[in-house]
């Protein structure tokens, strides 16, 4: 079984920055997946960015992108122009049984 | 398709009695995954299916707990005997096994009084 660490409980920033979430995994999967997904209160989950292990390049969609280092099993997530809808608390996971870390909660100030 | 449906929404309970939750997955999805989620935390992984068949079950489940996905589509969760602390958010996601992003359901909150 995978195991997900997120090591920041809470992270704050200001409208516009840019901040990074960070999350180490562990696994003895060979061919994996890395994900992190977005819960906005009292809302459904949902996909913001996934990562195939098998590939160096880091994955980018719009103002979300990782730095996936697998030999570390290091996999963060950086937004970029960070909007007041980035609110909410964001999850890493990994594996074919979706393990997931405890979560961020990120606050963004306007 | 309107994604990964459960039922029912909200369910409150007396402790010692069995509850059932239901998960439709998104069609032709055959990965099925059941989580339990408390406030401010992440999700706990309880289980897991590959069509039918019941793949992982999460060791820090008692024998009070039960999934179930007999055609490889829709699947059910028991909670037998429930307790105060079965009180949780229950969420249900599927996924295909060769995209495995999972989707989501909007969840099952069972309150147990």
């Known amino acids: 079984a995978q195991t997900v660490t997120q090591s920041q409980p809470e992270m704050s920033v200001q409208e516009a920055e840019t901040v990074t979430l960070s999350c180490t995994y562990d696994?003895?999967?060979?061919?994996?997946?890395l994900f992190w997904y977005k819960q906005p209160p009292s809302r459904q989950m949902i996909l913001v960015i996934r990562?195939?292990?098998?590939?160096?390049q880091n994955a980018t969609e719009n103002r979300f992108s990782v730095n996936f280092q697998k030999a570390a099993k290091s996999f963060s997530l950086k937004i970029s122009d960070s909007q007041l809808g980035d609110a909410a608390m964001y999850f890493c996971?990994?594996?074919?049984?979706?393990?997931f870390g405890a979560g961020t909660r990120l606050t963004v100030k306007p | 398709d309107t994604g990964v449906s459960q039922d029912p929404r909200h369910k409150i309970t007396k402790r010692g009695q069995n509850v059932t939750f239901r998960c439709d997955p998104i069609?032709?999805?055959?990965?099925l995954y059941w989580y339990r989620q408390t406030l401010g935390q992440g999700p706990e992984f309880l289980t897991y299916?590959?069509?039918?068949?019941?793949?992982?079950k999460s060791r820090l489940l008692s024998d009070r707990f039960s999934a179930e996905r007999p055609k490889g589509s829709f699947s059910t969760l028991e909670i037998q005997r429930t307790e105060q602390g079965d009180s949780a958010m229950y969420l249900c996601?599927?996924?295909?096994?060769?995209?495995?992003?999972?989707?989501f359901g909007q969840g099952t909150r069972l309150t147990v009084v």
């Open positions: 299916f590959q069509n039918e068949a019941q793949l992982e």
């Open positions: 069609s032709e999805h055959n990965r």
């Open positions: 696994t003895s999967e060979s061919d994996y997946y």
């Open positions: 990562q195939e292990a098998y590939k160096q």
């Open positions: 996601a599927s996924s295909l096994s060769e995209q495995p992003e999972a989707f």
């Open positions: 996971a990994c594996g074919n049984d979706m393990r």
